[in-house]
C-alpha cells in the first residue's frame, strides 16, 4: 500500500535534519503503529506524506500504491487515497461542518474522475455515519470545529475519514488530549474503518490508544529513523520501560 | 476645504433652480439650505485630509464620460423574500408604490409639490448635523439636488423587509435620497439591491425614534462605477440601528456612514464585506458620536482585495461628555489574496467621558496556510479552498446581521460571487 524508502527530510527555512531514512513498508489491512518520543520526527512524517510546505525532502521516496506521493499537491494525494487525521484540527468559521465535508467529498470524486454524490445520497450517508460516532445534527451544522471540545473534533475527524473512504489513513496523536471515554469511542469509530483493503498508520506517544486500536506491527522512532520494529509486544515494552533502553540499543 | 465652486458645481446648483420653481415650501428649504452648505463649504479635494486615501475627482466632475456594460448581477433575494420597489437609472419605476401594513411609503418627486411634509423634519437636517465636525459637501450636493427617493415612514412592525432595487445603465449618473423614518416602538428592515452605471450619489436619512428597530442590508454588485453612498442616522433612546452592506464589484466605492445615537441604551452597527480586484478601490468612513449614555457602537469591516485593489477604512468612534457607560468597538481587517493590493486604515477613538469602555483593532493578513492545508488535505482543491477560508473571512462580518435568514442569504450570495470570479 504505502512504500517509503530512505526519506530524507529537512525544514525548508533552516538547515535543520528531520527525518534522517525513514524505511516503512505498510501492506494492505494493517494496522501500523509509530511510537517514538518527543522530536523523533513521527509528525513530520505524516506531515511530509500529506503534502505539507515547509518541509524539503532531500532524498528518498513514497509511494502509495505505486504513485509517487512526494510530486502531487496535497488535494491530489487525498484524492489518491491517503488522509491524515490531524492532532490539532483547524477550526474554520463560517463554513458549515457539512458545507465543508460535502467540498471535500466531491472534490475528491471529481480529481479521480467519477461522479459526484447527489444531496440525498450524501445526507443519507453523513447522518448514518455520524450516529455511530454520536455526532448529532447540531454538530454537522455548526461550522468547522469551531466551539468543539477536543473529544468533539478527533470524532469530527474520523467522520470525515468514514465518509472520504480512504485507502491509507494516517492517525496523527489522535489521542492527545482525550480523556478515556472519548478515546474508546474514536477508537470504536477507527476500527470501524478497519478493513482488508485499507492501511493505517497510527502515530502516537503512549501504548493506552492502542489498546484500543490494536496494531499489527509497531514500529519505535527516534532521532528521524526508524530503530525497531515488532509485533504489538514492543508497545507493552516501552509502556513499561520508556524509551531510554531502545535508545542504547539502537546506538 | 476650497473657499470658491468650480464652474461645474456652480452649474449643477444652478439647474437645480429650475427644479425649485416647482417645488413646495418644505423641499424648496432643504434644497435652498443645502445648495448654501454647498457653496459655503466649497467641494472636497484631494489635498483634504478627509479625502486622503481616496481621491474625490470622478466624484467633482461634471459629466463622467465612460459608458461600460454592465454584466448582470447575480439575483440574491427572492421577490417573495421582500416587498419591492424599482428603479431604473435613478427613476422610479412603479406607477402606484406597494401598500405596506405598518408604514407608509411615498416618492420624493410627488411628495415635492406639497407645502408640508413629515419628511421636512429629517431631509437635508440630519444631513446638515453630519457636516459637523467633518464637511460632507458631496451629501449636501445631493440634497440641494435630488429629485428621486423614497420617503418611508414607519408606524407598526413592517413583517416583510421593503427592497429597494435599483438597476442603472452602464452611462447613468444618478442621484437619489432616500428618507427613513421609525416612530417610536416601530420597525423595519431595508434592503437596497441593484447596480450603479458611471456614477451614483446616494444619500439615506434615517431618523430611529425611542424603542425603534432599523435594520439594513445593502447589496452594491456593479462592475464599474463611482458610488458614493452616505447613510446619516439619528438614533433615540433604546432603540437598534444596524446596517450591512456587501459590495462585490465597481471601480471606486465610498461609503460613508454617520451616527448620532441621540437617546440612552441604545445600540447601533455599521458592518461590511467587499471582495475586490485589479481597479477596485473601496472606501468605508464611518462616524459614530455618542451623544448619549449606555450606549453599544460596532463597527466591523472585512475587506478581501486582490491584484492590486485597494482597500480604505476612516473609522471614528466620538464619546461626548456625558455619554458614560459607552461601550463602542471597531475592527477593520484585510485579507490580501496577494502582495499587490493594499489596506489603508485610520481607526480613531475620540473620548470626552470617563467611565466607557471603547476599543479598536485593525488587521491585515493573508490566507491561514494551516487552514488551507487542512482543506486541501481533505480534496479540497487549491482555489476552492481559498474561497472557503474566504467566506470564512466574511462570515465574522455577516454575523452583525440580525435576521439568520438574510445572514443566509449572504453567505450563499458571497459562495456564489466566489464561484464566478
Redesign the interface.
Known amino acids: 500500500m504505502l512504500e517509503i524508502k530512505n526519506l530524507h527530510v529537512q525544514l525548508e527555512e533552516e538547515d535543520k535534519k528531520i527525518l534522517k531514512g525513514v524505511n516503512l513498508s505498510l501492506d494492505p489491512g494493517k494496522v501500523h503503529a509509530i511510537m517514538g518520543p518527543n522530536g523523533s520526527g513521527k509528525s513530520t512524517l505524516s506531515y511530509v506524506l500529506?503534502?505539507?510546505?515547509g518541509y524539503e525532502v532531500t532524498s528518498g521516496s513514497a509511494h502509495l500504491e505505486g504513485n509517487d506521493l512526494l510530486v502531487m499537491?496535497?488535494?491530489e494525494?487525498?484524492?489518491a487515497g491517503l488522509?491524515?487525521a490531524?492532532q490539532y484540527?483547524?477550526e474554520?468559521?463560517?463554513?458549515g461542518n457539512m458545507t465543508?465535508l460535502r467540498?471535500?467529498?466531491n472534490?475528491?470524486r471529481k480529481?479521480r474522475g467519477e461522479p459526484e454524490m447527489t444531496a440525498g445520497d450524501f445526507l443519507k450517508a453523513v447522518r448514518d455515519k455520524a450516529k455511530h460516532l454520536k455526532i448529532d445534527s447540531d454538530m454537522l451544522k455548526r461550522?468547522v470545529n469551531v466551539g468543539f471540545s477536543g473529544g468533539e473534533k478527533k470524532r469530527n475527524e474520523i467522520l470525515?475519514m468514514a465518509m472520504?473512504e480512504p485507502k491509507m489513513c494516517i492517525l496523527d496523536e489522535t489521542d492527545s488530549g482525550l480523556d478515556v471515554d472519548a478515546m474508546k469511542l474514536v477508537a470504536e469509530g477507527v476500527n470501524a474503518l478497519r478493513d482488508k483493503n485499507r492501511t493505517f498508520l497510527v502515530i502516537t506517544h503512549y501504548q493506552r490508544l492502542l489498546d484500543h486500536i490494536k496494531p499489527d506491527i509497531v514500529h519505535i522512532m527516534a532521532a528521524g529513523r526508524i530503530i525497531k520494529s515488532g509485533g504489538p509486544e514492543l508497545a507493552l515494552e516501552v509502556e513499561n520501560n520508556g524509551y531510554a533502553k531502545l535508545l542504547e540499543e539502537s546506538s | 476645504m476650497a473657499s470658491s465652486l468650480r464652474g461645474d458645481t456652480a452649474d449643477r446648483l444652478r439647474l437645480n433652480e429650475n427644479l425649485l420653481a416647482t417645488s413646495g415650501q418644505w423641499f424648496k428649504n432643504a434644497r435652498l439650505a443645502a445648495a448654501e452648505r454647498v457653496e459655503s463649504q466649497g467641494l472636497p479635494q484631494r489635498r483634504d485630509e478627509y479625502w486622503g486615501y481616496t481621491q474625490p475627482d470622478a466624484f467633482l466632475q461634471k459629466k463622467i464620460d465612460f459608458d461600460v456594460d454592465l454584466n448582470s448581477p447575480l439575483e440574491l433575494f427572492s421577490n417573495e423574500l421582500s416587498e419591492v420597489i424599482n428603479y431604473k437609472n435613478g427613476i422610479l419605476q412603479e406607477k402606484k408604490l406597494p401598500a405596506i401594513p405598518g408604514c407608509s411609503v411615498e416618492s420624493l418627486s410627488d411628495a415635492a409639490t406639497l407645502d408640508n411634509h413629515w419628511a421636512g423634519t429629517v431631509f437635508g437636517k440630519l444631513e446638515a448635523v453630519g457636516q459637523i465636525p467633518v464637511q460632507r459637501s458631496l451629501a449636501a450636493l445631493n440634497t440641494a439636488t435630488a429629485s428621486q427617493g423614497l420617503l418611508i415612514l414607519v408606524t407598526g412592525k413592517v413583517k416583510k423587509p421593503i427592497r429597494i432595487n435599483a438597476v442603472c445603465e452602464g452611462s447613468s449618473d444618478i442621484i437619489i435620497h432616500h428618507i427613513i423614518k421609525v416612530e417610536r416602538g416601530a420597525n423595519v428592515t431595508l434592503i437596497e439591491t441593484g447596480q450603479y452605471g458611471a456614477r451614483a450619489n446616494v444619500v439615506l436619512e434615517v431618523e430611529v425614534e425611542e424603542d425603534a428597530t432599523f435594520n439594513h442590508i445593502r447589496l452594491q454588485n456593479g462592475y464599474e462605477h463611482n458610488a458614493l453612498t452616505h447613510i446619516f442616522g439619528r438614533i433615540g433612546t433604546n432603540s437598534s440601528f444596524k446596517s450591512f452592506t456587501l459590495t462585490s464589484g465597481g471601480r471606486l466605492t465610498r461609503n460613508e456612514c454617520i451616527l448620532d445615537l441621540v437617546g440612552d441604551s441604545s445600540r447601533v452597527s455599521v458592518a461590511g464585506a467587499c471582495i475586490g480586484d485589479e481597479k477596485f478601490h473601496h472606501d468605508d468612513t464611518v462616524f459614530v458620536t455618542h451623544n448619549a449614555a449606555n450606549c453599544e457602537s460596532r463597527q466591523v469591516f472585512k475587506k478581501v482585495l486582490r491584484d492590486g485593489s485597494v482597500g480604505v477604512f476612516q473609522g471614528k468612534i466620538l464619546v461626548k461628555a456625558g455619554a458614560q457607560k459607552t461601550d463602542g468597538y471597531q475592527i477593520s481587517q484585510s485579507l490580501l489574496l496577494d502582495d499587490n493590493s493594499q489596506f489603508l486604515a485610520k481607526p480613531e477613538l475620540e473620548i470626552y467621558a470617563d467611565d466607557v469602555v471603547c476599543s479598536h483593532g485593525s488587521t491585515s493578513g493573508a490566507i491561514d496556510e494551516e487552514a488551507l492545508f487542512y482543506l486541501r488535505s481533505r480534496g479540497v482543491p487549491k482555489a476552492k479552498a481559498i474561497d472557503l477560508l474566504t467566506l470564512s473571512f466574511i462570515a465574522e462580518a455577516i454575523q452583525e446581521v440580525e435576521s439568520p435568514e438574510l445572514a443566509d442569504a449572504l453567505l450563499a450570495h458571497v459562495t456564489a460571487v466566489l464561484e464566478v470570479r
Open positions: 500529506s503534502g505539507k510546505k499537491d496535497p488535494e494525494r487525498a484524492a488522509f491524515l490531524f484540527p483547524v474554520i468559521p463560517g463554513v465543508f467540498s471535500a467529498v472534490s475528491q480529481l461550522p470525515q472520504l
